[in-house]
Every structure is written in structure tokens, then in C-alpha cells.
């Protein structure tokens, strides 16, 4: 069954927890886990485009929020935005994540590096009052319990880093 198909079913027969929004990441990472040249303490600078487009409940207080975008670090390492993931509780951390899959662009001694790509960023319980992606540059700013970037290959490897800076332009919800 296509993306599209399920999509279209699961909007269907979930509730929409969200307006639809269209949101530009512009970020930086600090390399905390390195793969061939790109070694620890390195800065690369990243962006996700995405609007998202329905969502539904999923297990554990979690929201699944369907996107189309792209999420590219340094300019050649790309991949499709499919998700956002949101929670929001007060008992434990609340969650912002943008995933994105079948990246392309990077491989190193054998590796392919296709995904998931993640940008994920953490906020003490309450942070965010609902579990709907932020708009407001001060609600992504909200997040600041550890904001992270991994990158996976095929062989289990990773390359991971902080989230260092964030600046979000955000429309809509």
C-alpha cells in the first residue's frame, strides 16, 4: 500500500489533533559521534522544510504528525520529511522530532548513511501545553532539555550531534 494511500486512510479514521503548517528549520550541529572526515567537535549546518498534513494518536501520549518536505545537512546529505513526532505530558519530558528517510548524499568505507535522519528535541514535562508541533520561534526555544541530530546507516553505524543553534520561520496551525 502507498505512503499516500495510508495517509489518506489513517486521516480518515483518526482525528486530526492539528491545523496544517509549514515550517523552515535552519540548524546547527557539534558532532558528538563522527564517521571518516567529519570528526567530533565539528559544526554542519543543516535546514528542514516541511508542512505537515494530519495527524493522529499513537501509543504513550504520542502524536504522529504526517509531513512532505526535506530535511538536507550540509547541502548534499538529503532525505524526505515523512513525520513529525509530538508529546506533551506532565510526568515526563515532551518531545518535538522531524524525521525524515531514504536520505542520500553520504557513505563512507562501505556505508551507506540513507537514514533515518532525526532531529529531535527535548523539553522538561509541561514544556509543550499540547501535542501539536510549535510555530513560534520562542516555543522551539522552549525545547532546551537536549536537542539532538542522528544520522544511521545501513550497517548500524551513526553519525550524531547536538543541536546547537535553531532558528524556526513557522505559518499556520
Known sequence: MSRRILCAIMILVMPI???AQTCRLDFIISITQGVGDIRPGSELSGRADFTTEGSFRQEGGATAHFATGTMVLEGDITGPVWTL????RDFMFDLVG????HVTGFSF???T?????????YGAPGTRPEPIPPVTQAEWDSLTLR???QLHSDSGDMLAGDVTTLTATCSGA
Open 109 to 111: 568505507a562501505g556505508a
Open 113 to 121: 548513511f540513507e537514514g533515518p535522519m532525526a532531529l529531535t528535541l
Open 17 to 19: 489533533q492539528a491545523q
Open 85 to 88: 513526532i509530538t508529546t506533551s
Open 147 to 149: 536537542r539532538s541530530f
Open 98 to 101: 522531524v524525521y525524515a528517510h
